[in-house]
T-cell receptor
Framework: KQEVTQIPAALSVPEGENLVLNCSFTDSAIYNLQWFRQDPGKGLTSLLLIQSSQREQTSGRLNASLDKSSGRSTLYIAASQPGDSATYLCAVRQSNAGGTSYGKLTFGQGTILTVHP | DTAVSQTPKYLVTQMGNDKSIKCEQNLGHDTMYWYKQDSKKFLKIMFSYNNKELIINETVPNRFSPKSPDKAHLNLHINSLELGDSAVYFC???????????FGPGTRLTVL
């Protein structure tokens, strides 16, 4: 059974800092890994998706890496801003027997990020 | 707007009632999902449909019955609501191959 763990559970930093959020998973037979952002009372917004064959993805100030063999992913946020304050969720999609993308998506419990001015 | 939409946004009801939540996506995706986010903010998949066919059915009480009339819609019907059903329910969809998931805004269900 896949288990996804995110560390730290909460993080509070001053504006401008570079920071790293960690995600680990127990079953390395994944199809892809996705990082989401959730604002209070809102739905999830996809930030980055890394396919199992990829090592990293970048979008603006965000960089996500994937080490499938060790079951780890990190989300790096450069030059953090107060607008980055949200809950960040890591989700892993399993490969199913057919190797398609229909496998189950398992979420971590999230990291609550607060960036203060 | 191209998006995943859910109705209603808020649902307050008494124990024992039956209620439905509707989800629609106009992104042309083949696969749709229902997730439950509990009070501890933990998101867990409930169901997944691909082209109207059920492909994932987690250990969910059979009081919950998803229905997909076409691949753009996935509705969730809940019978005999219980206090523990109170949560935020999210619908999502994804295209084939990449599996990137797009989420709706959520439906906050409160059972009194």
């Amino acid at each position: 059974k896949q288990e996804v763990t995110q560390i730290p559970a909460a993080l509070s930093v001053p504006e401008g800092e570079n920071l790293v959020l960690n995600c680990s998973f127990t079953d390395s037979a994944i199809y892809n890994l996705q990082w989401f952002r959730q604002d209070p009372g809102k739905g999830l917004t996809s930030l980055l998706l890394i396919q199992s064959s990829q090592r990293e993805q970048t979008s603006g100030r965000l960089n996500a890496s994937l080490d499938k063999s060790s079951g780890r992913s990190t989300l790096y946020i450069a030059a953090s801003q107060p607008g980055d304050s949200a809950t960040y969720l890591c989700a892993v999609r399993q490969s199913n027997a057919g190797g398609t993308s229909y496998g189950k998506l398992t979420f971590g419990q999230g990291t609550i990020l607060t960036v203060h001015p | 707007d191209t998006a995943v939409s859910q109705t209603p946004k808020y649902l307050v009801t008494q124990m024992g009632n039956d209620k439905s939540i509707k989800c629609e996506q106009n992104l042309g995706h083949d696969t749709m999902y229902w997730y439950k986010q509990d009070s501890k903010k933990f998101l867990k998949i409930m169901f997944s449909y691909n082209n109207k066919e059920l492909i994932i059915n987690e250990t969910v009480p059979n009081r919950f019955s998803p229905k997909s009339p076409d691949k753009a819609h996935l509705n969730l019907h809940i019978n005999s609501l219980e206090l523990g059903d109170s949560a935020v329910y999210f619908c999502a969809s994804s295209p084939p191959r990449t599996g990137t998931q797009f989420f709706g805004p959520g439906t906050r269900l409160t059972v009194l």
